[in-house]
């Protein structure tokens, strides 16, 4: 595991502490997502990534109901949107 920088700390140990709630209902903002990935014009691509990446995003797919390709698909949309960022 990478080592995590301050900001990071703070919000593991507040998720930890059960300091957070769930902003609306987990299900329909998925199919929402998913209905918007449904009508963009998609372009393939071909990415290299880790095996044991590739088996988190699987099994966290899973345990959403959704197919692993349509939860990378969020992730690079969210990103893209800027609703979440990466810090280096």
Known sequence: ????NDFEKD?????ENDEWESKGN???RTKELQ????TQKK???????SENDLYELKRKALENAIP????IQMLIHQ???DKIKVSV
């Open 79 to 81: 990103y893209a949107t």
């Open 1 to 4: 595991m990478s080592k995590l």
């Open 11 to 15: 919000i593991l140990e507040s998720v």
């Open 68 to 71: 692993y390709q349509n939860l």
């Open 26 to 28: 987990l299900n329909e």
């Open 43 to 49: 372009k393939a691509i071909s990415i290299r990534i």
């Open 35 to 38: 209905s918007y990935l449904q």
